[in-house]
Protein backbone atom coordinates (compact mmCIF):
# COMPACT_ATOMS: atom_id res chain seq x y z
CA UNK A 1 0.00 0.00 0.00
CA UNK A 2 2.83 2.13 1.39
CA UNK A 3 4.66 1.47 -2.48
CA UNK A 4 1.42 2.46 -4.06
CA UNK A 5 0.39 5.76 -2.08
CA UNK A 6 4.02 6.80 -3.40
CA UNK A 7 4.16 5.50 -6.40
CA UNK A 8 1.19 7.64 -7.75
CA UNK A 9 2.11 10.68 -5.17
CA UNK A 10 4.98 10.78 -7.58
CA UNK A 11 3.47 10.42 -10.69
CA UNK A 12 3.01 13.45 -13.05
CA UNK A 13 -0.52 12.46 -13.45
CA UNK A 14 -1.88 12.56 -10.64
CA UNK A 15 -3.82 15.67 -9.08
CA UNK A 16 -5.44 14.30 -6.11
CA UNK A 17 -4.55 14.47 -2.20
CA UNK A 18 -3.23 11.63 -0.45
CA UNK A 19 -6.29 11.00 2.03
CA UNK A 20 -8.37 10.70 -1.53
CA UNK A 21 -5.39 8.44 -2.97
CA UNK A 22 -5.36 6.22 0.39
CA UNK A 23 -9.14 5.87 0.18
CA UNK A 24 -9.05 4.45 -3.72
CA UNK A 25 -6.72 1.82 -3.23
CA UNK A 26 -7.48 0.87 0.43
CA UNK A 27 -10.64 -0.62 -1.21
CA UNK A 28 -8.21 -2.63 -3.50
CA UNK A 29 -9.67 -6.39 -2.57
CA UNK A 30 -6.05 -7.32 -2.20
CA UNK A 31 -4.85 -4.71 0.44
CA UNK A 32 -7.62 -5.73 2.61
CA UNK A 33 -5.00 -7.15 5.47
CA UNK A 34 -3.16 -3.43 4.71
CA UNK A 35 -5.90 -1.68 5.40
CA UNK A 36 -5.85 -1.56 9.20
CA UNK A 37 -2.63 0.23 9.67
CA UNK A 38 -1.40 3.52 7.62
CA UNK A 39 1.41 5.24 6.43
CA UNK A 40 1.18 8.62 8.17
CA UNK A 41 4.91 9.54 7.03
CA UNK A 42 3.35 9.61 3.35
CA UNK A 43 1.11 12.41 4.43
CA UNK A 44 3.52 14.35 6.72
CA UNK A 45 6.16 14.70 3.93
CA UNK A 46 3.37 15.80 1.48
CA UNK A 47 2.76 19.05 3.84
CA UNK A 48 6.18 20.18 3.10
CA UNK A 49 6.57 22.53 -0.09
CA UNK A 50 8.55 20.79 -2.57
CA UNK A 51 12.34 21.92 -3.09
CA UNK A 52 12.07 22.34 -6.93
CA UNK A 53 10.09 25.45 -5.42
CA UNK A 54 13.16 26.73 -3.71
CA UNK A 55 15.11 26.45 -6.77
CA UNK A 56 16.01 28.11 -10.11
CA UNK A 57 17.17 25.77 -12.33
CA UNK A 58 19.11 28.72 -14.29
CA UNK A 59 21.72 28.69 -11.51
CA UNK A 60 23.94 26.17 -10.99
CA UNK A 61 23.71 23.96 -7.73
CA UNK A 62 26.78 25.64 -5.70
CA UNK A 63 24.73 28.99 -6.66
CA UNK A 64 21.45 27.06 -5.64
CA UNK A 65 22.40 25.97 -2.59
CA UNK A 66 24.67 29.42 -1.64
CA UNK A 67 20.81 30.87 -2.01
CA UNK A 68 19.23 28.37 0.77
CA UNK A 69 21.99 28.79 2.98
CA UNK A 70 20.98 32.43 2.92
CA UNK A 71 17.25 30.99 3.27
CA UNK A 72 17.67 29.14 6.33
CA UNK A 73 20.21 30.77 8.28
CA UNK A 74 22.32 34.34 9.04
CA UNK A 75 25.76 33.96 9.57
CA UNK A 76 28.68 36.67 10.32
CA UNK A 77 30.58 37.52 7.27
CA UNK A 78 28.66 35.22 4.81
CA UNK A 79 30.40 36.40 2.16
CA UNK A 80 33.22 34.86 3.32
CA UNK A 81 31.81 31.71 5.18
CA UNK A 82 28.56 30.80 2.87
CA UNK A 83 31.64 30.15 -0.24
CA UNK A 84 33.50 27.67 1.78
CA UNK A 85 30.14 25.91 3.53
CA UNK A 86 28.99 25.38 -0.20
CA UNK A 87 32.20 24.39 -1.25
CA UNK A 88 32.86 22.23 1.22
CA UNK A 89 29.48 20.53 0.76
CA UNK A 90 29.93 19.46 -3.02
CA UNK A 91 33.21 17.77 -1.90
CA UNK A 92 33.05 14.59 -3.70
CA UNK A 93 34.77 12.05 -0.53
CA UNK A 94 35.66 9.29 -3.38
CA UNK A 95 37.83 11.48 -5.22
CA UNK A 96 39.14 13.65 -2.36
CA UNK A 97 42.69 13.10 -1.03
CA UNK A 98 42.05 15.36 2.15
CA UNK A 99 39.22 16.65 3.69
CA UNK A 100 39.09 18.50 7.01
CA UNK A 101 36.52 19.02 9.12
CA UNK A 102 33.87 21.21 9.04
CA UNK A 103 33.45 22.43 12.53
CA UNK A 104 30.27 24.69 12.85
CA UNK A 105 30.39 26.55 16.04
CA UNK A 106 28.13 28.89 18.15
CA UNK A 107 25.27 29.30 21.09
CA UNK A 108 21.92 27.44 20.95
CA UNK A 109 19.67 29.17 18.30
CA UNK A 110 22.77 30.50 16.08
CA UNK A 111 21.61 28.08 12.95
CA UNK A 112 24.86 25.55 13.16
CA UNK A 113 22.12 22.34 13.13
CA UNK A 114 20.15 24.58 10.92
CA UNK A 115 23.52 24.66 8.16
CA UNK A 116 24.33 20.48 9.17
CA UNK A 117 21.10 19.55 8.43
CA UNK A 118 20.93 21.74 5.20
CA UNK A 119 24.47 19.93 4.17
CA UNK A 120 22.41 16.48 5.21
CA UNK A 121 19.63 16.98 2.79
CA UNK A 122 22.24 17.61 -0.11
CA UNK A 123 23.50 14.17 0.83
CA UNK A 124 19.89 12.37 1.07
CA UNK A 125 21.32 12.04 4.84
CA UNK A 126 18.67 14.33 6.67
CA UNK A 127 17.79 11.19 8.44
CA UNK A 128 21.19 10.20 9.07
CA UNK A 129 21.97 13.35 11.52
CA UNK A 130 24.08 11.37 14.28
CA UNK A 131 23.91 13.25 18.10
CA UNK A 132 26.48 13.30 20.65
CA UNK A 133 25.08 10.18 22.32
CA UNK A 134 25.72 8.00 18.96
CA UNK A 135 28.71 5.40 19.89
CA UNK A 136 31.98 4.54 18.17
CA UNK A 137 30.63 1.20 16.93
CA UNK A 138 27.85 3.50 15.80
CA UNK A 139 29.74 5.62 13.58
CA UNK A 140 31.72 3.27 12.78
CA UNK A 141 29.38 1.15 11.39
CA UNK A 142 27.52 3.88 9.88
CA UNK A 143 30.36 5.28 7.88
CA UNK A 144 30.96 1.42 6.19
CA UNK A 145 27.43 1.45 5.44
CA UNK A 146 27.45 5.07 3.78
CA UNK A 147 30.70 4.65 2.06
CA UNK A 148 30.60 1.92 -0.43
CA UNK A 149 28.52 0.31 -2.61
CA UNK A 150 29.68 -3.57 -2.01
CA UNK A 151 30.18 -5.06 1.30
CA UNK A 152 33.72 -6.40 0.09
CA UNK A 153 34.75 -2.57 0.03
CA UNK A 154 36.01 -2.20 -3.48
CA UNK A 155 33.46 -0.01 -5.10
CA UNK A 156 33.84 3.50 -2.99
CA UNK A 157 31.29 6.18 -3.20
CA UNK A 158 30.97 9.40 -2.05
CA UNK A 159 29.95 9.79 1.67
CA UNK A 160 29.64 12.08 4.44
CA UNK A 161 29.27 11.96 8.63
CA UNK A 162 26.81 15.05 10.08
CA UNK A 163 27.23 14.95 13.79
CA UNK A 164 25.07 17.36 15.30
CA UNK A 165 25.80 18.92 19.18
CA UNK A 166 28.94 16.51 19.96
CA UNK A 167 30.41 17.75 23.52
CA UNK A 168 33.32 17.41 25.38
CA UNK A 169 32.94 13.88 26.42
CA UNK A 170 32.59 12.58 22.74
CA UNK A 171 36.22 14.18 21.99
CA UNK A 172 37.58 12.00 25.44
CA UNK A 173 36.78 9.16 24.08
CA UNK A 174 40.25 7.92 22.36
CA UNK A 175 38.30 5.71 19.40
CA UNK A 176 36.28 8.83 18.38
CA UNK A 177 39.17 11.57 18.65
CA UNK A 178 41.46 9.18 16.43
CA UNK A 179 38.46 8.26 14.02
CA UNK A 180 38.26 12.34 13.45
CA UNK A 181 42.20 13.28 13.62
CA UNK A 182 43.00 10.07 11.35
CA UNK A 183 39.98 10.17 9.27
CA UNK A 184 40.71 13.89 7.21
CA UNK A 185 43.66 12.06 4.96
CA UNK A 186 42.97 8.79 2.92
CA UNK A 187 46.62 8.08 3.44
CA UNK A 188 45.95 8.03 7.41
CA UNK A 189 42.45 6.78 7.60
CA UNK A 190 42.85 3.16 8.66
CA UNK A 191 42.47 2.78 12.56
CA UNK A 192 43.15 -0.13 14.71
CA UNK A 193 41.60 -0.79 18.18
CA UNK A 194 41.59 -4.17 20.35
CA UNK A 195 39.33 -6.82 19.22
CA UNK A 196 37.18 -9.09 21.14
CA UNK A 197 40.00 -11.72 21.63
CA UNK A 198 43.11 -11.26 23.67
CA UNK A 199 45.63 -9.93 21.79
CA UNK A 200 44.08 -9.55 18.10
CA UNK A 201 43.48 -5.52 16.42
CA UNK A 202 40.71 -4.91 14.52
CA UNK A 203 41.09 -1.86 11.53
CA UNK A 204 38.97 0.43 10.48
CA UNK A 205 38.42 3.26 7.57
CA UNK A 206 37.69 6.18 8.84
CA UNK A 207 37.54 8.58 5.73
CA UNK A 208 34.62 10.66 4.49
CA UNK A 209 33.29 14.82 4.60
CA UNK A 210 32.33 14.83 8.15
CA UNK A 211 29.99 17.83 9.09
CA UNK A 212 30.58 18.65 13.41
CA UNK A 213 28.50 21.29 15.41
CA UNK A 214 29.22 21.93 18.80
CA UNK A 215 28.22 25.14 21.57
CA UNK A 216 32.27 24.70 22.68
CA UNK A 217 35.13 25.75 20.59
CA UNK A 218 37.22 22.86 21.47
CA UNK A 219 39.27 23.91 18.30
CA UNK A 220 41.02 26.33 20.84
CA UNK A 221 41.53 23.82 23.15
CA UNK A 222 45.23 22.80 23.38
CA UNK A 223 44.55 19.34 24.56
CA UNK A 224 42.43 18.94 21.09
CA UNK A 225 45.00 20.63 19.10
CA UNK A 226 46.00 17.73 16.73
CA UNK A 227 42.19 18.01 15.58
CA UNK A 228 42.01 21.81 15.42
CA UNK A 229 44.45 21.96 12.53
CA UNK A 230 42.27 19.35 10.80
CA UNK A 231 39.04 21.68 11.33
CA UNK A 232 37.79 24.42 8.98
CA UNK A 233 35.36 26.23 11.57
CA UNK A 234 32.10 27.99 10.41
CA UNK A 235 31.39 30.64 13.24
CA UNK A 236 27.65 30.39 13.71
CA UNK A 237 25.42 33.56 16.07
CA UNK A 238 22.48 34.29 16.71
CA UNK A 239 20.60 37.55 15.05
CA UNK A 240 20.56 38.88 18.24
CA UNK A 241 24.16 38.92 19.49
CA UNK A 242 25.43 40.09 15.98
CA UNK A 243 27.32 43.07 16.13
CA UNK A 244 26.28 46.15 14.41
CA UNK A 245 29.45 45.78 11.70
CA UNK A 246 28.40 41.93 11.06
CA UNK A 247 24.15 43.28 10.45
CA UNK A 248 25.35 46.41 7.87
CA UNK A 249 27.35 43.42 6.29
CA UNK A 250 24.21 41.51 5.57
CA UNK A 251 23.17 43.28 2.21
CA UNK A 252 19.30 42.22 1.99
CA UNK A 253 16.67 44.95 1.62
CA UNK A 254 13.99 45.10 4.17
CA UNK A 255 15.67 42.43 6.34
CA UNK A 256 13.44 40.62 8.67
CA UNK A 257 14.74 37.74 11.00
CA UNK A 258 11.44 36.00 10.86
CA UNK A 259 11.34 35.77 7.16
CA UNK A 260 13.85 32.79 7.27
CA UNK A 261 12.72 29.54 5.66
CA UNK A 262 12.08 26.60 8.13
CA UNK A 263 13.51 23.26 7.12
CA UNK A 264 10.95 21.68 8.44
CA UNK A 265 8.28 23.15 5.95
CA UNK A 266 10.88 21.53 2.59
CA UNK A 267 9.82 18.51 1.04
CA UNK A 268 13.42 16.51 -0.41
CA UNK A 269 11.74 14.19 -2.06
CA UNK A 270 13.90 14.34 -5.39
CA UNK A 271 16.76 15.99 -4.40
CA UNK A 272 19.24 14.27 -6.20
CA UNK A 273 21.28 17.06 -7.23
CA UNK A 274 24.78 16.52 -5.51
CA UNK A 275 24.66 13.20 -6.86
CA UNK A 276 23.58 13.71 -10.19
CA UNK A 277 26.43 16.59 -10.34
CA UNK A 278 28.96 13.87 -9.51
CA UNK A 279 27.24 11.34 -12.40
CA UNK A 280 28.52 13.49 -14.70
CA UNK A 281 32.13 12.35 -15.88
CA UNK A 282 32.41 15.67 -17.66
CA UNK A 283 32.14 16.94 -14.17
CA UNK A 284 34.69 14.31 -12.16
CA UNK A 285 37.20 15.25 -15.38
CA UNK A 286 37.23 18.66 -14.54
CA UNK A 287 37.71 18.06 -11.15
CA UNK A 288 40.77 16.21 -11.36
CA UNK A 289 42.36 18.99 -14.05
CA UNK A 290 41.54 21.44 -11.49
CA UNK A 291 42.89 19.62 -8.49
CA UNK A 292 46.42 18.50 -10.61
CA UNK A 293 47.07 22.72 -11.15
CA UNK A 294 46.27 23.00 -7.42
CA UNK A 295 48.65 19.95 -6.14
CA UNK A 296 51.16 20.70 -9.00
CA UNK A 297 55.03 21.23 -7.61
CA UNK A 298 54.98 23.90 -10.27
CA UNK A 299 52.24 26.76 -9.37
CA UNK A 300 50.95 29.50 -11.59
CA UNK A 301 49.60 30.81 -8.75
CA UNK A 302 51.19 32.66 -5.69
CA UNK A 303 49.71 31.25 -2.49
CA UNK A 304 49.19 33.90 0.17
CA UNK A 305 51.14 34.38 3.46
CA UNK A 306 48.42 33.43 5.59
CA UNK A 307 48.00 30.17 3.93
CA UNK A 308 50.53 28.08 5.68
CA UNK A 309 51.99 24.67 4.48
CA UNK A 310 48.99 23.18 6.94
CA UNK A 311 46.37 25.35 5.88
CA UNK A 312 46.85 24.60 1.80
CA UNK A 313 47.00 20.87 2.22
CA UNK A 314 43.68 20.73 3.86
CA UNK A 315 42.35 23.26 1.65
CA UNK A 316 43.30 21.82 -1.63
CA UNK A 317 40.14 19.64 -2.10
CA UNK A 318 38.10 22.28 -0.67
CA UNK A 319 39.06 24.34 -3.67
CA UNK A 320 39.56 21.79 -6.54
CA UNK A 321 35.60 21.54 -5.53
CA UNK A 322 34.63 25.46 -5.44
CA UNK A 323 36.11 26.05 -8.75
CA UNK A 324 34.96 23.02 -10.52
CA UNK A 325 30.89 23.62 -9.15
CA UNK A 326 31.15 27.15 -9.95
CA UNK A 327 31.19 28.50 -6.30
CA UNK A 328 34.73 30.54 -7.47
CA UNK A 329 35.23 31.12 -10.39
CA UNK A 330 38.77 30.91 -10.46
CA UNK A 331 41.78 29.74 -8.32
CA UNK A 332 42.37 33.31 -7.95
CA UNK A 333 39.05 34.12 -6.79
CA UNK A 334 39.06 31.16 -4.52
CA UNK A 335 42.15 32.09 -2.55
CA UNK A 336 40.87 35.40 -2.34
CA UNK A 337 38.36 34.41 -0.39
CA UNK A 338 40.32 31.42 1.53
CA UNK A 339 43.11 34.49 2.45
CA UNK A 340 40.09 36.55 3.80
CA UNK A 341 38.88 33.72 5.72
CA UNK A 342 41.84 32.89 7.31
CA UNK A 343 42.25 36.77 8.48
CA UNK A 344 38.46 36.49 9.83
CA UNK A 345 39.64 33.31 11.47
CA UNK A 346 42.28 34.90 13.41
CA UNK A 347 40.52 37.79 14.95
CA UNK A 348 36.91 36.41 15.11
CA UNK A 349 37.57 32.37 15.95
CA UNK A 350 41.18 31.43 17.20
CA UNK A 351 41.17 34.78 19.23
CA UNK A 352 38.18 34.73 20.62
CA UNK A 353 38.65 32.06 22.50
CA UNK A 354 42.61 33.17 22.57
CA UNK A 355 41.93 36.08 24.64
CA UNK A 356 40.87 34.35 27.78
CA UNK A 357 43.38 32.16 27.99
CA UNK A 358 45.59 35.34 27.51
CA UNK A 359 44.14 37.72 30.01
CA UNK A 360 43.83 34.68 32.42
CA UNK A 361 47.24 33.15 32.03
CA UNK A 362 48.79 36.86 32.37
CA UNK A 363 47.02 37.29 36.27
CA UNK A 364 47.94 34.19 36.66
CA UNK A 365 51.53 34.86 35.99
CA UNK A 366 51.74 38.14 37.44
CA UNK A 367 50.44 36.45 40.63
CA UNK A 368 53.23 33.71 40.70
CA UNK A 369 56.15 36.07 39.67
CA UNK A 370 56.28 38.68 42.37
CA UNK A 371 55.79 35.32 44.59
CA UNK A 372 59.23 33.74 43.02
CA UNK A 373 60.72 37.00 43.21
CA UNK A 374 60.21 37.66 46.80
CA UNK A 375 61.41 33.75 47.41
CA UNK A 376 64.95 34.90 44.65
CA UNK A 377 65.55 38.17 46.90
CA UNK A 378 65.05 35.90 49.88
CA UNK A 379 62.14 37.20 51.43
CA UNK A 380 59.20 34.75 52.99
CA UNK A 381 55.75 36.56 52.34
CA UNK A 382 54.43 33.60 53.56
CA UNK A 383 51.75 33.72 50.21
CA UNK A 384 51.37 30.12 48.86
CA UNK A 385 51.40 29.34 44.86
CA UNK A 386 47.47 29.95 44.59
CA UNK A 387 44.95 32.70 43.33
CA UNK A 388 41.93 33.72 45.35
CA UNK A 389 38.82 32.94 42.99
CA UNK A 390 37.29 36.45 43.40
CA UNK A 391 40.11 38.04 42.56
CA UNK A 392 40.26 36.13 39.58
CA UNK A 393 36.72 36.53 38.71
CA UNK A 394 37.02 40.33 39.23
CA UNK A 395 39.54 40.50 36.42
CA UNK A 396 37.22 38.53 33.86
CA UNK A 397 34.28 40.57 34.10
CA UNK A 398 36.46 44.08 33.39
CA UNK A 399 37.73 42.37 30.41
CA UNK A 400 34.01 41.45 29.45
CA UNK A 401 32.79 44.52 30.51
CA UNK A 402 35.71 46.29 28.35
CA UNK A 403 34.23 44.41 25.51
CA UNK A 404 37.64 42.90 25.62
CA UNK A 405 35.72 39.12 25.21
CA UNK A 406 33.97 37.93 21.98
CA UNK A 407 32.50 35.05 24.30
CA UNK A 408 30.27 35.25 27.31
CA UNK A 409 32.68 33.95 30.17
CA UNK A 410 31.29 31.25 31.64
CA UNK A 411 32.51 29.09 34.82
CA UNK A 412 32.92 26.01 32.78
CA UNK A 413 35.11 28.39 30.01
CA UNK A 414 37.30 29.71 32.84
CA UNK A 415 37.45 26.55 34.41
CA UNK A 416 38.58 25.05 30.62
CA UNK A 417 41.03 27.73 30.29
CA UNK A 418 42.79 27.62 33.71
CA UNK A 419 43.21 23.46 33.32
CA UNK A 420 44.74 24.24 29.86
CA UNK A 421 47.81 26.59 32.00
CA UNK A 422 47.82 23.98 34.62
CA UNK A 423 45.49 25.16 37.22
CA UNK A 424 42.54 23.86 38.98
CA UNK A 425 39.78 24.46 42.03
CA UNK A 426 40.34 22.94 44.98
CA UNK A 427 40.90 23.26 49.01
CA UNK A 428 43.99 25.01 50.09
CA UNK A 429 45.37 24.39 53.53
CA UNK A 430 42.88 25.88 56.05
CA UNK A 431 39.74 24.61 53.49
CA UNK A 432 39.06 27.33 51.61
CA UNK A 433 38.74 26.78 47.46
CA UNK A 434 40.48 28.45 45.28
CA UNK A 435 42.74 27.55 42.00
CA UNK A 436 45.81 25.72 42.91
CA UNK A 437 48.58 24.22 40.25
CA UNK A 438 47.02 20.94 38.88
Known sequence: MTKKIKSELNSNNSNISPL???????????DEKDNARIDYSQFRESQGEPWKHFWDIALSPSKNFSNLIKDVAIIPNEKIQIPIITAYA????????????????????SGKSIIATLIAALHNQEHEIKSAATTFAALRNHLSKIRWYDKEQIEEKNSILVWDDISEDTLKNPNIYAMLKSGYNRKTEIIEIAGNEPGSNMQFNTFSSKVVSSIKPFYADSRFNELSRRCIVIKCKRWEDFKLSEKSEINRQDFDIRDK???????????????DFWRDVDNI??????RKKLSSRKKSFKIPDVINSERWTISIDLITTGISTGVWDSISDA??????????????????VGALHKILKDFVDSKMEMIDHASAEGINLGIPREVNTESLKKIVLLASSKGELDIQP???NIAQVMLDIGWKLDKNCVGKIVWMPV
Do not use: M
Request: net charge negative; with cysteine.
Open 20 to 30: ELYQRLSSSPE
Open 90 to 109: FIPSALAHIIPILFLQGSRG
Open 261 to 275: LDLEDINWEGFTVYA
Open 285 to 290: KLYINN
Open 335 to 352: LDCLEAYWIFHKLNIADS
Open 410 to 412: SPI
